[in-house]
């Protein structure tokens, strides 16, 4: 079974440009998350979705930042424009609806952007 | 609002040694997730622990969790180097959200 696919790997751009992030999750995932992973820290919740609907964005800097999940199935995200202090690796994660039952998230590898 | 405090962050050791990387919560929580991370890559899922008392364990990891103290324990044993990574634990706040401790960054030494 294929995990979460994100793309790219790597991006780096100059400061004011715009940059997006895809997320491809795993078939059948209701749920979908992106995180953001600044150097030596724990992920941190950007948003969160349930089929196509952004249930959980309040950590989303909404000024710059914008996500999209058409068809609830793939993911992007998107800043405009990008800001020094957004390099960070960000992080796609999707999951069936997390039960007692010990459902998990599964994670991709991550985009790793640094802004110049 | 849920927090999320591992220690210790650094964690130097030597193979053959054993030692325990400690995740204290602040709200109550009915599951807690201890994940992976080699440097570059992603988050690898290790165990979930679902119940007060839980213990799991997989080679020389064991995980266990106590729901009355808000604390889990990931107890490494007879460290070898392939288990040098960033170990995370992470707990549900209310509906589905994930919220991470920062990280213990475990470097076993041969």
Sequence with gaps: EAGVVQSPRYKIIEKKQPVAFWCNPISGHNTLYWYRQNLGQGPELLIRYENEEAVDDSQLPKDRFSAERLKGVDSTLKIQPAELGDSAVYLCASSDYLQGDGTEAFFGQGTRLTVV | ?110
Aim: with cysteine.
């Design chain 2, 1 to 110: 609002e849920l927090k999320v405090e591992q220690n210790p962050l650094f964690l130097s050791m030597q193979e053959g040694k054993n030692y325990t990387i400690y995740c204290n919560y602040s709200t109550t929580s009915d599951r807690l997730y201890w994940y992976r991370q080699d440097p570059g890559k992603s988050l690898e899922s290790l165990f979930v622990l679902l119940s007060n008392g839980a213990v799991k364990q997989e080679g020389r990891l064991m995980a266990s969790l106590d729901t009355k103290a808000r604390l889990s324990t990931l107890h490494i044993t007879a460290a070898v180097h392939d288990l040098s990574a960033t170990y995370f634990c992470a707990l549900i706040q209310g509906a589905q959200k994930l919220v991470f401790g920062q990280g213990t960054r475990l470097t076993i030494n041969p």
